[in-house]
Each structure stands twice: as structure tokens, then as C-alpha cells.
């Protein structure tokens, strides 16, 4: 059992930055796989990123690519994702996710879901 706690959203201009925080409790974290993954109003969830176990492979959305980074550190069980260059279409609500697989940009991957951090960009 992984519990998942998101922070760090908030309202930002476009061309600028956040960094988003998951915390992970529960099971050691170095056992799983993370990914980001947003939702939008009257959208599907989509796929941002992904980051192996170890931290050695990551992965990106195209939509993402060049701006954004995730990142990890298991000693304090936290997977983040900076976002810079912010753009409008970049306004949702962010959630962490953690599965026992590879890193995969399927949502049903993933077992343990956070409760989400929104985020608004305007223009």
C-alpha cells in the first residue's frame, strides 16, 4: 500500500515555472515506478512523465518535452516535477502515480493515485 500526497500548484503566469512535490508513505518507494499524469476540464487524463525506480530513465509526453523534468529521491521517498514555460494549455489538475511495473504512459499502469494539485496558468 503506497499513500501519495500532492503540492505545490497554484496560479502562474504563462512563461513561468512550478515545481510539484509527491510524497510517497507506505511501502518502500524504491519499489516503484513513478509517473505524472494531468487532467483538464472535459478531458481525459493524460500523460506527462515517468521516472524508473533508480531514477536512470526518464520519460516525456511530447506536449512536455524541453520544459518539463521529473526527478526523485528515495531517501526522502519524493518524485517532483518541475515545469517551466508555462502555457495555458498546460492549466490541470496534476496527480502522482506509483506502479510495481516498468514505467509506462498508460494509466492503467498505475495502482496508487494521489489526490491531485491544480494548476492554473494564465495568459
Known amino acids: 500500500q503506497v499513500r501519495l500526497v500532492e503540492s505545490g500548484g497554484g496560479l502562474v503566469q504563462a512563461g513561468g515555472s512550478l515545481r510539484l512535490s509527491c510524497a510517497a508513505s507506505?511501502?518502500?518507494?524504491?519499489?516503484?515506478?513513478m509517473g505524472w499524469f494531468r487532467q483538464a476540464p472535459g478531458k481525459e487524463r493524460e500523460y506527462v512523465a515517468a521516472?524508473?525506480?533508480?531514477?536512470?530513465?526518464?520519460n516525456y509526453a511530447d506536449s512536455v518535452k524541453g520544459r518539463f523534468t521529473i526527478s526523485r529521491n528515495n531517501a526522502v521517498n519524493t518524485v517532483n516535477l518541475q515545469m517551466n514555460s508555462l502555457k495555458p494549455e498546460d492549466t490541470a489538475v496534476y496527480y502522482c502515480?506509483?506502479?510495481?511495473?516498468?514505467?509506462?504512459?498508460?494509466?492503467?499502469?498505475?495502482?496508487?493515485w494521489g489526490q491531485g494539485t491544480q494548476v492554473t496558468v494564465s495568459s
Open positions: 502515480a506509483a506502479t510495481s511495473g516498468s514505467t509506462s504512459p498508460d494509466t492503467r499502469s498505475y495502482v496508487y
Open positions: 507506505g511501502t518502500p518507494f524504491s519499489m516503484y515506478a
Open positions: 521516472i524508473s525506480r533508480s531514477a536512470a530513465y526518464t
